[in-house]
């Protein structure tokens, strides 16, 4: 038995976490990502000519394989900022004056098979796309469509555009529905009636209202993350509490949380916020980690070296984790991850790595101790075990000893890594039987 596991190990294509491509990528900024849940496909929006080698003026579709333009995509130098998938039909803002040659202002839909314009379209910038009691909501730093007013934020009743009392005061950047409420996020201080929005406000259907004191700068994007709402942007104080970057909400007020080092960011800040492998992972602009993180309320780390420049959004596609923005590659100079890459659990490790050693852990009672040969006992460095699916399961720093307890893994075959900040990581298999 024991013979017949390590030989299923020795043959078995190894799993762990890496930056890769989708394809040869696009050419230039990616702003948005979405997910078409029914096709199983992926919307990539920016400011981009091609993806793939395709032309695509700022918007693209990623099969898992290849790449497809949505019918030339926008007129020359428009672009994408935001893309909502709603009833099996693809919503794009941004700047742009036509779309797929169909005339649309900053604003429209993809049926599969054209674009079409939603009314008048808007006369700004949208930079956010949302749903809300079954309707589509658009935010922005547009002012109104055609000559009605909308002051930053309008519903599409299918027809025509619906203005929310008087809007917001500036633009709006995030939106984001939780509970019984739409979100919205961006640069204003006024919400309908409201002077002191500070930058978020609360719709309910009919009005608006505060969210505590708010903030004193953007707020960009929201995310739900096991049912408590977070929240970031460029902000640096919510007063109380003081808050940077990012912040949580419990119904009634802020609380801080631990932020990223921005030190020497040109614009420091924190773009968006998703959940991937269980956890709450951050993207923007800050230096350490890289630009990009997992975090559990707490920062641990940069997702093998993160990116070269700043992230912009994230978006789950097929179990991977991409991520785009304004970088010219991720990780350790990966190709082809100019502004667009993905975080893939389930890498075959044996091909990037020659040296990779096996591990024979024997479990005696509760006490798992091994002893990695080759870690640098004069640097600090990360060790990471991962199970046969790519799922991390556990981590310990190493701070010069290299006596390791695992007594909490149980019998099974396993991946390992050490990462340390000066290069790639070294990785191998654990077998504990």
């Known amino acids: 038995m024991f013979l017949f596991v390590v030989l299923s190990l020795q043959n078995q294509a190894s799993n762990a976490q890496s930056w890769q491509s989708l394809g040869t990528g696009v050419d230039f900024s990616v702003y948005a990502l979405e997910v078409d849940t029914l096709q199983d496909e992926l919307y990539v929006g920016g400011w981009f000519t091609t993806a793939g080698g395709i032309s695509c003026n700022g918007i693209a579709k990623w099969d898992g394989t290849d790449w497809y333009s949505l019918n030339g995509g926008t007129n020359s130098g428009g672009f994408i900022l935001t893309i909502f998938y709603f009833n099996n039909e693809i919503y794009v803002g941004g700047r742009f004056d036509s779309i797929g040659g169909v005339a649309a202002k900053n604003i429209a839909k993809w049926n599969y098979t054209t674009w079409q314009a939603l009314g008048d379209g808007l006369n700004g910038d949208v930079h956010s796309i949302s749903s809300f009691n079954g309707q589509i909501y658009a935010g922005g730093s547009f002012d109104s469509t055609g000559s009605q007013p909308l002051n930053h934020i309008g519903r599409w009743n299918g027809i025509s555009w619906d203005s929310l009392s008087s809007g917001v005061g500036g633009s709006i950047y995030g939106m984001l529905s939780f509970g019984n409420n739409l979100i919205v996020g961006g640069n204003f201080n006024r919400a309908g009636t409201i002077s002191s929005a500070g930058s978020i406000a609360q719709w309910n259907g009919t009005s608006w209202n505060t969210m505590g004191i708010g903030f004193n700068n953007n707020v960009f994007n929201f995310y739900n993350f096991n049912s408590e709402l977070y929240v970031c942007g460029r902000f640096t104080s919510s007063s109380p509490p003081i808050s940077k970057y990012i912040a949580k909400w419990d119904g009634s007020t802020w609380h801080n949380v631990s932020y990223p080092n921005t030190l020497g960011s040109l614009d420091p800040r ?89 591990l024979y852990i024997h479990s005696a009672g509760n006490s798992q101790i091994i002893r990695i040969p080759f870690i640098n006992n004069k640097a600090i460095s990360r060790l990471e075990i991962f199970d046969c699916q790519g799922k991390l399961v556990k981590e310990i720093l190493l701070k010069g000893d290299n006596n390791i307890d695992l007594s909490d893994i149980s019998q099974g075959i396993y991946i390992y890594r050490v990462k340390n900040n000066n290069g790639p990581a070294s990785t191998g298999k654990v077998l504990v039987y």
């Open 270 to 358: 924190i773009d968006d916020l998703i959940e991937f492998n269980g956890q709450l992972h951050i993207i923007g602009n800050f230096t350490s980690p890289r630009c990009v993180a997992r975090y559990d309320g707490t920062i641990i780390d940069s997702l093998e070296h993160g990116l070269s420049g700043a992230g912009s959004c994230f978006q789950i596609f097929r179990g991977e984790l991409i991520v785009g923005g304004i970088f010219n590659f991720a990780g350790f100079n990966v190709p082809n991850t100019n502004s667009l890459a993905r975080w893939v659990l389930n890498t075959d490790i044996s091909e990037q790595e020659k040296d990779q050693q096996i």
